[in-house]
T-cell receptor, first 110, second 115 residues
């Protein structure tokens, strides 16, 4: 079945540096790739998404890139701030479901 | 506009007890989902409803049943709770007419402990 692998599981960066989280998916029929942020004890919330007909999308300090040929997509956060500390999940759509990655815990060091 | 609401927020059950988790959305969304999230883990799909009147199993349906009561409401029932069902349960909804190609909006979660 469809599988989404997410790396790394934990990422620690200095405040102000960039962070990159990578995901790979297995089903070429996937056409929607969202990224969610989950703060401790809170619900997951969408931060950015991309569709398969687009290669890159940017929203202020956050960007997502998609390589359909290689079946991987990445989240880029620039100029990281303390409020970026959270767990980030990638997902890939397949029919009526989203298949989720295992999550990346992002730690921002002061 | 409350978005997705869930009740209760917290619940403690004894092994073998039953309960129903309630979920409602006021965004006129077609699709609704139930997930569980174990501590430090990702989201696992229990059941989903692509549209009013339909329900389907997700990755981990055993021990659960669901009802799509109407377009707004989607409930999750544990018939005989087990300690392995201790988890945080999230309901989500999406405008998509079935296909998962739209943002999913999550409720605040229900923290369930089974002793």
């Amino acid at each position: 079945g469809e599988n989404v692998e997410q790396h790394p599981s934990t990422l620690s960066v200095q405040e102000g540096d960039s962070a990159v989280i990578k995901c790979t998916y297995s089903d070429s029929a996937s056409n929607y790739f969202p990224w969610y942020k989950q703060e401790l004890g809170k619900r997951p919330q969408l931060i950015i998404d991309i569709r398969s007909n687009v290669g890159e999308k940017k929203d202020q300090r956050i960007a997502v890139t998609l390589n359909k040929t290689a079946k991987h997509f990445s989240l880029h956060i620039t100029e990281t701030q303390p409020e970026d500390s959270a767990v980030y999940f990638c997902a890939a759509s397949i029919w009526y479901q989203l298949i989720w990655g295992a999550g990346t815990k992002l730690i921002i060091k002061p | 506009n409350a978005g997705v609401t869930q009740t209760p927020k917290f619940q403690v059950l004894k092994t073998g007890q039953s309960m129903t988790l309630q979920c409602a959305q006021d965004m006129n969304h077609n699709s609704m989902y139930w997930y569980r999230q174990d501590p430090g883990m990702g989201l696992r799909l229990i059941y989903y409803s692509a549209s009013e009147g339909t329900t389907d199993k997700g990755e981990v349906p055993n021990g659960y049943n669901v009802s799509r009561l109407n377009k707004r409401e989607f409930s999750l029932r544990l018939e005989s709770a087990a300690p392995s069902q201790t988890s945080v349960y999230f309901c989500a909804s999406s405008e998509g007419g079935g296909r998962a190609s739209y943002e999913q909006y999550f409720g605040p979660g229900t923290r369930l402990t089974v002793t």
